[in-house]
């Protein structure tokens, strides 16, 4: 009999700890729980709106979201005075059920600037008007209900050191950037409002600028809480020090930092292809650069300044990159067929060993 039950025995323990570990290893592929910060994506509305997997996957991992495109000026006020509210007003709900923070993207942004603006032939007074109304109104409405904001996004140009020209630059003078903080704040005192820009680590011309003016902002009281780093990435560009340079400098400046919008990519956006395919080595390096970018954050953000990590976007099927550029692009977390790839588990073991 003693024959019988030891072996059953034995079974039942194995069997026992082989469900443990299988629910530990279910809970540690939970990013939101892993990390100690907020842990992000951006959404395609309808994606978000029509795709079961992937919003169980949003649900799964993430406690942030950003609007990809639908809470952009264009998508908000495509006609003067005539706002649609109707998506915000669903991811403000959507968060609202699942217990997520809305990080709004994004107030002004030169890219997003509805035709009806650009067209318009007034003085620059009445555009100044403009842009007040369209941050106000906005501001205001999710006031409570939005927990940040991109307020300004990509105010300066590539590789010069110089602003970029918009017809908000253009007519309006780099002051519109101070401007459109102070009307956001004037609009929800509470808000945390952030400036977001992209290849800050890499090019330090723009870096230099970003930096001169954030330190303006705060030596005129101009309110600004924190910096987006969008971290549109290369798996060979920028180094790991230059991505590392970057998180330092805006963290002396005691800001909140956002890591915005992460994606990892092989091919050069402006170039022929080089990958064709993604190859299980490919899978292997950007699970590590993954990790290298998440340990960095942790490493050298304090907690009190860590708002968050975001993805833009987690399902490589859906990565803007792909379109945008024409190219083949695999940045993201999750593959074509919502499995967890290994660049997940290298966020993942960063954000467990903190
Ligand atoms: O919805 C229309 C569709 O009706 C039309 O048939 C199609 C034809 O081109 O265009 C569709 O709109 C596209 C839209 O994405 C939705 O897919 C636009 O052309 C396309 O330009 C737009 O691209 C977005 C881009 O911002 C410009 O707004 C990308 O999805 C979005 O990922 C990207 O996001 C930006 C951030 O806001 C700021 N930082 C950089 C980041 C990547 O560029």
Same mark, same amino acid.
């Given at each position: 009999?003693?024959?019988?039950?030891?072996?059953?025995?034995?079974?039942?323990?194995?069997?026992?700890?082989?469900?443990?570990?299988?629910?530990?290893?279910?809970?540690?592929?939970?990013?939101?729980?892993?990390?100690?910060?907020?842990?992000?994506?951006?959404?395609?509305?309808?994606?978000?709106?029509?795709?079961?997997?992937?919003?169980?996957?949003?649900?799964?991992?993430?406690?942030?979201?950003?609007?990809?495109?639908?809470?952009?000026?264009?998508?908000?006020?495509?006609?003067?005075?005539?706002?649609?509210?109707?998506?915000?007003?669903?991811?403000?709900?959507?968060?609202?059920?699942?217990?997520?923070?809305?990080?709004?993207?994004?107030?002004?942004?030169?890219?997003?600037?509805?035709?009806?603006?650009?067209?318009?032939?007034?003085?620059?007074?009445?555009?100044?008007?403009?842009?007040?109304?369209?941050?106000?109104?906005?501001?205001?409405?999710?006031?409570?209900?939005?927990?940040?904001?991109?307020?300004?996004?990509?105010?300066?140009?590539?590789?010069?050191?110089?602003?970029?020209?918009?017809?908000?630059?253009?007519? #309006?003078? =780099?002051?519109?950037?101070? *401007? !459109? %903080?102070?009307?956001?704040?004037?609009?929800?005192?509470?808000?945390?409002?952030? @400036?977001?820009?992209?290849?800050?680590?890499?090019?330090?011309?723009?870096?230099?600028?970003?930096?001169?003016?954030?330190?303006?902002?705060?030596?005129?009281?101009?309110?600004?809480?924190?910096?987006?780093?969008?971290?549109?990435?290369?798996?060979?560009?920028?180094?790991?020090?230059?991505?590392?340079?970057?998180?330092?400098?805006?963290?002396?400046?005691?800001?909140?930092?956002?890591?915005?919008?992460?994606?990892?990519?092989?091919?050069?956006?402006?170039?022929?292809?080089?990958?064709?395919?993604?190859?299980?080595?490919?899978?292997?390096?950007?699970?590590?650069?993954?990790?290298?970018?998440?340990?960095?954050?942790?490493?050298?953000?304090?907690?009190?300044?860590?708002?968050?990590?975001?993805?833009?976007?987690? #399902?490589? =099927?859906?990565?803007?990159? *792909? !379109? %945008?550029?024409?190219?083949?692009?695999?940045?993201?977390?999750?593959?074509?067929? @919502?499995?967890?790839?290994?660049?997940?588990?290298?966020?993942?073991?960063?954000?467990?060993?903190?």
């Amino acid at each position: 009999m003693k024959k019988i039950i030891a072996p059953v025995f034995l079974s039942f323990l194995l069997f026992f700890s082989f469900c443990t570990t299988q629910q530990n290893e279910h809970q540690q592929t939970t990013l939101k729980q892993s990390a100690n910060y907020p842990v992000g994506t951006a959404v395609g509305f309808k994606w978000l709106k029509n795709d079961t997997t992937a919003r169980k996957i949003i649900q799964k991992d993430f406690n942030s979201l950003t609007a990809e495109n639908c809470m952009k000026m264009y998508a908000v006020q495509p006609k003067q005075d005539s706002f649609v509210w109707k998506k915000t007003d669903y991811l403000v709900e959507f968060c609202r059920q699942n217990d997520i923070r809305l990080h709004g993207h994004a107030l002004n942004w030169y890219l997003s600037t509805p035709k009806w603006v650009k067209a318009y032939n007034g003085d620059s007074s009445a555009l100044e008007q403009i842009l007040k109304n369209h941050i106000q109104t906005y501001a205001g409405r999710y006031k409570g209900k939005v927990a940040s904001w991109d307020v300004v996004n990509e105010a300066l140009a590539d590789e010069t050191g110089g602003y970029r020209s918009c017809v908000w630059f253009d007519e #309006l003078g =780099k002051d519109y950037v101070a *401007r !459109s %903080f102070k009307y956001a704040r004037q609009a929800d005192p509470d808000v945390k409002l952030f @400036y977001n820009d992209y290849y800050l680590e890499s090019d330090t011309a723009k870096l230099e600028t970003c930096l001169k003016m954030i330190d303006e902002f705060q030596q005129k009281n101009i309110p600004i809480d924190g910096i987006g780093l969008q971290f549109h990435l290369y798996i060979d560009h920028p180094s790991i020090d230059a991505i590392e340079n970057a998180l330092e400098e805006f963290t002396k400046r005691d800001l909140l930092i956002h890591i915005s919008e992460l994606d990892i990519t092989f091919n050069h956006h402006r170039s022929e292809p080089k990958y064709h395919q993604f190859t299980d080595s490919m899978a292997m390096v950007q699970k590590q650069r993954y990790f290298e970018i998440v340990d960095a954050y942790q490493r050298i953000v304090p907690k009190e300044q860590q708002y968050g990590i975001s993805v833009w976007g987690f #399902l490589d =099927k859906y990565t803007w990159i *792909r !379109s %945008f550029f024409d190219i083949p692009a695999w940045p993201c977390l999750y593959d074509d067929d @919502y499995q967890a790839k290994p660049a997940y588990f290298g966020f993942l073991k960063a954000a467990q060993q903190q």
